[in-house]
């Protein structure tokens, strides 16, 4: 199996030994022969300046590596906290990675769009009240790294709201709240990392129903590298830092968690609920939204009802309130599809206000009830319907609806009206045709009843209940030859049909 | 002939009479070449640009098929912004494929990548010869190639022959011999020139790249067509008039209908005409559209092509043959900036263009530029102004870009003349001046503002398709 192609590598530092260091150094050499052309590489701490040599030794490998290849980009980000009170030793700590990359910015601006190093700092905010203290550092990251993103948690997420600090920053990351432990900054980035992942996907027009970019987390604080943020979050490694990691397993681990079985689905859905449970903008709950709607749509059409219900129930709580009536649209169909009707009514009625002109609206409430057995009531709805002026290819399922209501309400006279109409719409259409037939009969008008089925046992030759009522007509016509061969000839397709044996039988008896 | 000396000699080949300088280790005595068509040859071809999504690389598609028109098996790799490709997939690609000859196509914003590459590729196997072209290769100084120790020849004459000449050098197993449109690498490090290589007049003998499959369709979402090669105009900062000879070459227009009618096969709705100037011969372009639209292909087409060349009438049919976006080249809207770039078409005549295109329901793009020669801060803010009040929306490609200065325009030649001054002398050889220069009109400080100006006056934060 072809090893997968890394695109991020995300590493969560420890203090490391000159031992500690070798063995990452090591790990990240043998991931980086298999490292997208370019890659970005989260160097995650919870002090950089107890770290900050480690991650010049990082920065200083990672040069070797880019003068050696001099097609491929690296972008770190340096993941920290900042108090506010620490922001000048954090300057102090950046001096001296600047070090490291300002040749490359000499190689990059002079060429290229951007330099094929680049050091992101990704500030993880642990000040308490207004951050007025990050103004400088930020402002000279600006001026002298590329400007700072930001990641804020339930308590800094009123950072956003100062325009000034927007203005100084470049992205910015949302977490759970900030207790120490900086693997659970690593955990909301990979979160958010998905969610991006997959709505840029969207947007693109591409199917999420695949595998993450294979992203690792190298936690060398535990010694263990994990193979996706779900198996970080499971804490569950793929190898360990001191062997040689299989690439080739690690191929295999990414195909068999593959589109086939909707793990990957389930996967990224999972991974933007929790990520949805965080102290976001609008924006972003908007974003989650769209793409909770996409997975329940997903579910939906592979027929698993109940979960696309439970992720449209979450696009609900996600998305804008001008966007609720098309979501809960969605949801009430999918109770029509499992036949919980009572619930799917339910929610039609809450889209009312929204759609109340549309004749959907009118037709789905329609087909609830009449399934419920309630036909005086679906005959109001699929009239409603009617007459709001449906497309052609949705009025014949209108009209055939209004005419089995009319029907089962034993008014067939009535029935004609909509079934006739139905037929000059939907001459393809079979079910108008027995449905017509069946009026018909009711009314004893055989040879139009005879009529409607032969048409209809021309568009499908295999409707063994058209063959068994083309049999009754003919029956109740006194023409018993042809009442038997239209039996038999539903019996030949089907044998175990009784009602077309029973008949059969006593007509063979008659004889 | 005489063989005997070192002066350079009239070789004779199949396909030109070529000037041929030999090489030291010429006159060895068992360097008879092999017939080419003897040797089974693999051929990769490389397109790579970090800073955008892959799109269909045409030029490198026209060289495959010729290529293997001419029994050479090819390969075509593209790797934009969001392509996984890691140093184990191309070393594994090759082991597996086994080029001998690799060919990128570079620009000035990716040739230092394509040199990444290339000494990848001879860090794994020495003897794979190396070869740029792309209109950074054209017009780069031969003195270059001494700074670019992983290449071997810089094609400068058209793609297709060019790489043929070579493909079969290397195949006959002396790379260096019979060459015509290339500069190469002399074993003692002396950099040699040859002849330039004329390609094919009738652009209908070379084989199309859709018609005999080179692209995978499956990743395709957009087909680019050029249904004409090279333009007469004289603007001095394009490379393509000087690069075709201000000559302007044609596909038969029964031809693009047959590619077209292929692609549409293929599933593909989208096409990209990327002739500089597709109503060049407005009879030609009727007719073809025309043609789509009586076969009812359908199709969302882009193109582009001079304010002066279009009409009315031609808007409309245009806009019923599919065609979504015309694109248009404005540089500049200050009048005295404008008539010194020697593009002849003035600014009224753009702002007509615009509103027949709009009139007739097409959405248009304007290509613009700031730092051209003689433009003052104020003078770009006109530019940007024009653009908003006709009502073209800021995105795409019609986000501005600061002139670049390439090799083989007129400006790079002359840009002291232009009051142009370059911003560092220590680039190396294979890199132009590009965009690292400022004018006597307009400080580095006042670009950067005007850059981030455009960006934030952009719908889409600056992102352009086409550079």
């Known amino acids: 199996m072809t090893p997968p192609i890394l695109e991020k590598i995300y590493v969560i530092l420890g203090n490391a030994d000159a031992t500690g260091q070798q063995r990452l150094a090591d790990t990240l050499s043998r991931l980086f022969t298999h490292v997208n052309l370019t890659v970005n590489l989260y160097l995650a701490t919870k002090n950089l300046p107890e770290v900050v040599s480690q991650v010049e030794w990082i920065l200083a490998q990672v040069g070797q590596y880019l003068d050696e290849y001099r097609y491929a980009r690296v972008y770190v980000h340096v993941v920290h906290p900042v108090s506010g009170e620490d922001a000048g030793e954090i300057g102090r700590c950046y001096e001296r990675l600047k070090r490291h990359k300002d040749r490359f910015d000499r190689e990059g601006y002079m060429h290229q769009e951007v330099p094929r190093l680049m050091v992101l700092p990704l500030i993880v905010w642990h000040g308490t009240g207004k951050p007025h203290a990050l103004h400088p550092l930020l402002e000279w990251f600006r001026g002298s790294f590329l400007p700072a993103a930001l990641y804020l948690d339930g308590e800094s997420a009123f950072l956003p709201l100062d325009e000034e600090l927007k203005a100084l920053t470049e992205k910015t990351y949302y977490g759970d709240g900030y207790s120490g432990d900086i693997s659970d900054v690593v955990f909301s980035l990979g979160c958010q990392d998905i969610v991006d992942d997959s709505s840029s996907r969207l947007e693109s027009g591409m199917s999420v129903e695949v595998s993450c970019p294979p992203n690792l987390i190298v936690s060398a604080t535990e010694g263990k590298i994990y193979s996706c943020v779900d198996a970080f979050s499971k804490r569950q490694p793929w190898t360990e830092m001191d062997g040689n990691p299989d690439m080739g397993s690690l191929a295999s681990f990414y195909g068999s968690s593959g589109v086939q079985h909707g793990r990957c689905v389930g996967c990224r859905e999972r991974l933007a609920a929790t990520f949805s449970q965080f102290s976001l903008p609008a924006a972003t709950r908007r974003e989650i939204g769209a793409l909770m709607y996409h997975l329940g749509a997903l579910h939906q059409d592979r027929g698993q009802y109940a979960e696309a219900i439970h992720s449209f129930r979450h696009s609900l709580n996600l998305s804008s309130a001008d966007e609720g009536a098309s979501i809960l649209f969605q949801i009430g169909l999918c109770h029509t599809m499992v036949c919980d009707y009572d619930a799917a009514l339910e929610t039609f009625e809450k889209t009312a206000p929204e759609y109340e002109n549309a004749h959907f609206f009118h037709f789905y409430q329609g087909v609830c009830y009449f399934h419920k057995g309630n036909y005086a009531f679906a005959l109001e709805a699929f009239s409603k319907a009617a007459a709001l002026a449906p497309p052609s290819e949705d009025l014949v399922g209108i009209l055939l609806y209004l005419g089995t209501c009319h029907n089962n309400l034993g008014q067939y006279e009535a029935a004609l009206e909509p079934l006739n109409k139905a037929c000059r719409w939907g001459d393809g259409v079979k079910e108008v045709w027995s449905s017509l037939g069946f009026s018909y009969f009711q009314l004893k008008n055989y040879d139009s009843a005879i009529a409607s089925l032969k048409r209809a046992v021309a568009l499908d030759p295999s409707s063994v209940a058209d063959y068994a009522s083309l049999g009754a007509n003919y029956r109740e016509k006194r023409d018993f030859p042809n009442a038997i061969a239209m039996f038999e000839k539903a019996l030949a397709l089907d044998p175990g049909f009784t009602p077309a044996a029973e008949n059969l039988k006593r007509l063979r008896r008659k004889g | ?467």
């Open chain 2, 1 to 467: 002939m005489d063989l005997g000396g070192q002066e350079c000699t009239v070789w004779i080949s199949a396909d030109a009479i070529v000037v041929f300088d030999p090489p030291d280790w010429f006159f060895l005595p068992f360097l008879t070449p092999l017939p080419y068509s003897l040797c089974a040859m693999n051929v990769l071809l490389i397109e790579m640009n970090p800073f955008a999504p892959v799109s269909t690389p045409i030029s490198l598609g026209y060289m495959a098929a010729h290529l293997e028109a001419n029994g050479f098996t090819v390969k075509i790799i593209t790797l934009g912004q969001d392509t996984p490709f890691s140093r184990a997939g191309l070393e594994d690609l090759l082991q597996s494929f086994q080029p001998r000859l690799v060919g990128f196509s570079a620009y000035q914003r990716t040739i230092l990548y394509a040199l990444g590459l290339a000494r990848l590729i001879k860090s794994v196997d020495q003897e794979i010869r190396v070869a740029i072209g792309g209109p950074q290769a054209t017009f780069m100084p031969s003195s270059a190639l001494s700074e670019m120790p992983h290449v071997d020849y810089i094609c400068r004459s058209s793609g297709e022959a060019t790489l043929l000449v070579v493909a079969k050098a290397v195949a006959g197993g002396m790379p260096f011999f019979g060459l015509a449109g290339v500069t190469y690498r002399e074993r003692d490090g002396d950099i040699c020139d040859t002849s330039s290589l004329d390609g094919y007049e009738d652009l209908d003998r070379y084989p199309s790249p859709y018609l005999t499959d080179v692209f995978d369709y499956s990743k395709m979402r957009e087909a680019i067509l050029l249904t004409s090669r090279g333009c007469p105009h004289n603007c001095i900062f394009c490379y393509t008039p000087r690069a075709f000879n201000r000559r302007i070459t044609f596909h038969s227009v029964d031809r693009v209908l047959e590619e077209t009618r292929w692609i549409h096969k293929k599933g593909i709705r989208r096409l990209w005409f990327a002739d500089p100037n597709i109503s060049y011969r407005w009879e030609r372009l009727e007719n073809l559209l025309e043609r789509i639209l009586q076969e009812g292909l359908k199709f969302e087409i882009w193109l582009q092509t001079r304010a002066d060349l279009v009409n009315p009438d031609m808007m409309k049919m245009m806009k019923r043959a599919g065609v979504t976006t015309v694109a248009f080249g404005l540089e500049s809207a200050a009048e005295r900036v404008i008539s010194r770039l020697d593009k002849k078409v003035s600014i009224g005549q753009v702002a007509q263009a615009i509103g027949m295109a709009q009139a007739a329901g097409i959405e248009v793009e304007l290509f613009t530029m700031f730092g051209l020669p003689y433009e003052t801060f104020e003078d770009a803010q006109e530019t940007l102004a024009f653009v908003r009040k006709n009502n073209v929306k800021i995105m795409g490609n019609t986000n501005s870009q600061q002139m670049q200065i390439y090799f083989g325009t007129h400006i790079n030649e002359h840009y002291a003349e232009y009051h142009i001054r370059p911003l560092n002398s220590d680039r190396p050889g294979y890199i132009s001046v590009g965009s690292q220069y400022e004018t006597d009109h307009m400080t580095h400080g006042e670009i950067r503002k005007l850059q981030a100006l455009w960006r934030a006056n952009s719908l889409d934060g600056g992102k352009r398709v086409v550079s």
